[in-house]
């Protein structure tokens, strides 16, 4: 099946520092999210992006479909931001709809 | 309104008890999902409805039991759990199927 990996798996950052966070993924996909887990387990919906680029507040997407990854950027951190970050996607073709998840990656804003 | 609820949000039960874990969503989704995540883990999917029908399990034991009795409705029955299924249990609907997934707050359960 598909792989899917986030990098880094950890990321400590002092408040206002901003940061990418990488998503790599080993075969063609139809769709692809970004959910920020927070502290009390629930995941936010960040992006719904499986190609292009998109901006929300303080943070951004890119997906480059062809080349198979993708980079969400976090600008002006807050220790709100804290939690794991995960990327997700469906693969593409045929009748999958398995949503598939990389490992995430963990951050940490420090006040 | 992208909202999908879960009840309860905690739940302790014994290995003998039987238990329902509820999610509804009023979006007018009709893909609706089981996943569990243990700590440190990425959600694993267990159970996805489309139209009410069961269209996949992932080879979740018996003791796991999904329920969709309506579009808007999806339940989890509980019975004779295992410690190690203590976890949190994330609900989750799509449109239909593989489009995007929004996420209800889970519910946290223990098994004694």
């Known amino acids: 099946g598909i792989q899917v990996e986030q990098s880094p798996p950890d990321l400590i950052l002092q408040e206002g520092a901003n940061s990418t966070l990488r998503c790599n993924f080993s075969d063609s996909v139809n769709n692809l999210q970004w959910f920020h887990q927070n502290p009390w387990g629930q995941l936010i919906n960040l992006f719904y992006?499986?190609?292009g680029t998109k901006q929300n507040g303080r943070l951004s997407a890119t997906t480059v479909a062809t080349e198979r990854y993708s980079l969400l950027y976090i600008s002006s951190s807050q220790t709100t931001d804290s939690g794991v970050y995960f990327c997700a996607v469906y693969p593409g073709g045929g009748s999958n709809y398995k949503l598939t998840f990389g490992k995430g990656t963990l951050l940490t804003v420090n006040p | 309104d992208t909202e999908v609820t879960q009840t309860p949000k905690h739940l302790v039960m014994g290995m003998t008890n039987k238990k329902s874990l509820k999610c509804e969503q009023h979006m007018g989704h009709r893909a609706m999902y089981w996943y569990k995540q243990k700590a440190k883990k990425p959600p694993e999917l267990m159970f996805v409805y489309s139209y009410e029908k069961l269209s996949i399990n992932e080879s979740v034991p018996s003791r796991f039991s999904p329920e969709c009795p309506n579009s808007s409705l999806l339940n989890l029955h509980l019975h004779a759990l295992q410690p190690e299924d203590s976890a949190l249990y994330l609900c989750?609907?799509?449109?239909?199927?593989?489009?995007?997934?929004?996420f209800g707050p889970g519910t946290r359960l223990t098994v004694t």
């Open positions: 992006i499986p190609s």
């Open positions: 989750a609907s799509s449109q239909v199927l593989s489009y995007e997934q929004y």
